[in-house]
């Protein structure tokens, strides 16, 4: 395998404001064959899809080559790629759409360990449909979350299980596939967040078990939106509500209103950046993207050796992400020192690591942390030794005062 990092840095041009970022969990910089797709998208001729006009026949095609990539990146089939304006609004919409065969006595289980957007929406629609929800806890010292753990709360009424494949607050990589099975033999769905896990490691949506996977195009390089990738046979069974012109065929049955044609255009661009990031594979896009994932899990795993040495050097600092499998996340607070201060410390110095819980208030809540969280530190494919170097002396620093 082959990783150059110092030609990919000189594909991000937000780069060059020499800002070491360390905020990828919660939304990546952009390379410049996205920034180039998506211009190019709107500078030809375009209009809603269909085949009478260039305009027509030029949507049509970057929906579909989306659509394809998409499948490529999560080992999915494109006919069961569904768009929306973010994997929050696609849960929601899903939400509802499965509630409505729901009944009392029936329930759904959610996890202590996820993002509030695969937490709130089954929450709210179990309460409308008079359905049980049942919590999956994990061990807070650990932050694991077993199999175990979820079959706790499993029962013959379970109707789905909504997890996350990684957490974005602490990185945690739960067992999926374990769990899918799991969920399977009750007779449940399950519904995958995989927003933070894409963007660090080759998703099989089959071996996962998922019945439904969400992730975000923004977290791995991508333009703004979200993407729900499930069997199309199993979205046939589904009836969302939706315009009574709008087309029954699926996946579009989901998609509402018209697709931000340039978005997808930028998405297909950095499904395409992605596969090229081990410069020697050779291969399908998907035999490329496998190798180019072996490679960034191994440069990404080095930085994140470098930081777990650095950090363990420093004073008073606690580090909350310790699960045994995980993403190159971590979370930290400090003895005596708020995090928000040492966030607005290293911002100073040009070193971007955000403050906060990040929407897992759930999660935040169980580490004793509260609604505050604390400092997130996410490594992303374009950090480099210089980077971590960087924000370790600016925490030596701030600790130092």
């Known amino acids: 395998m082959t990783y150059d990092i110092t030609a990919l840095r000189s594909q991000f041009p937000a780069l060059n404001a020499g800002t070491a970022h360390f905020d990828g969990p919660g939304g990546t910089q952009t390379p410049q064959p996205v920034i180039r797709a998506v211009a190019d998208a709107l500078a030809q001729p375009l209009s809603n899809r269909g085949g009478g006009t260039p305009g027509e026949r030029h949507a049509e ?33 899903f939400s509802r ?19 509030d957007a695969n937490i709130r929406p089954w929450v709210q629609a ?19 979350l077993t199999a175990a753990d979820v079959r706790a709360v499993l029962s013959p009424r379970t109707r789905l299980v909504a997890v996350t494949a990684a957490s974005n607050l602490i990185g945690t990589r739960p067992p999926i596939a374990e769990i899918s099975g799991l969920a399977r033999d009750t007779g449940a769905l399950t519904y995958v967040d995989g927003v933070h896990h894409t963007a660090h490691a080759l998703v099989d949506l089959e071996r996962l ?25 199993l979205l046939e069974t589904l009836r969302p509500d939706k315009l009574l012109p709008s087309t029954d065929a699926v996946p579009e049955r989901f998609e509402l209103g018209t697709l931000p044609y340039e978005f997808l255009a930028g998405t297909e661009a950095a499904v395409d950046f992605l596969a090229g990031l081990d410069t020697e594979a050779t291969g399908t896009r998907r035999q490329r993207l496998a190798s180019a994932f072996m490679a960034l899990e191994a440069h990404e795993q080095a930085l994140r050796t470098q930081l777990d040495k650095g950090l363990s050097s420093l004073p008073g600092v606690q580090v909350h992400s310790k699960a045994a499998d995980r993403t190159p996340t971590l979370l930290l607070t400090f003895d005596g020192r708020s995090s928000v201060e040492a966030y607005r410390f290293l911002a100073e110095r040009g070193v971007h690591a955000p ?24 490594l992303a494919p374009y950090n480099n030794t210089e980077d971590v170097e960087r924000l370790l002396e600016g925490l030596s620093e701030f600790l130092a005062l």
Not at 97 to 115: F, M, N, Q
Not at 209 to 233: I, N, T
Not at 360 to 372: K, P, V, Y
């Open 97 to 115: 759409a499965l509630a409505k065969a729901w009944s009392a006595g029936d329930e759904v289980v959610v996890t202590r360990l996820d993002h």
């Open 126 to 144: 179990a309460a409308q449909a008079g359905a049980t929800v049942r919590w999956a806890d994990f061990d807070p010292a650990t932050g694991e």
């Open 61 to 93: 095609s970057i929906v579909a080559r989306a659509r394809q990539a998409l499948a490529d990146l999560l080992g999915a089939h494109p006919a069961g790629i569904v768009f929306g304006r973010s994997a929050t609004q696609l849960t929601y919409d």
């Open 355 to 378: 403050s906060g819980s990040f929407y897992a208030i759930e999660a935040s809540r169980r580490l004793g942390l509260g609604d505050t969280g604390g400092l997130r530190i996410g």
């Open 209 to 233: 078990g998922a019945d439904f996977f969400v992730c975000s195009p923004y977290k791995f390089l991508g333009p703004h939106h979200g993407v729900l990738a499930a069997r199309p046979e």
